[in-house]
């Protein structure tokens, strides 16, 4: 998901193909968001529930 955010934010014109990838994701951000262990075991200690949040803003808009 974040993989798809980045990519998304360095090529904006393609948001909507970004918003149809993450349709077809088995699992949404919602199943991430409360997980603090993600965060505190990223070795590039990335604020990912923060990152998740703007993945789920930006994503799970409508087509």
Do not use: H, S
Request: hydrophobic residues 35%.
């Amino acid at each position: 998901m974040l993989q798809l955010l980045d990519y998304q934010k360095r090529i904006d014109w393609e948001w909507p193909q970004g918003r149809l990838q993450y349709a077809e994701f088995d699992k949404t951000i919602d199943d991430c968001l409360d997980y603090a262990q993600c965060e505190e075991a990223c070795p590039q200690n990335l604020p990912v529930r923060k990152l998740l949040q703007e993945a789920k803003d930006r994503l799970g808009q409508p087509v």
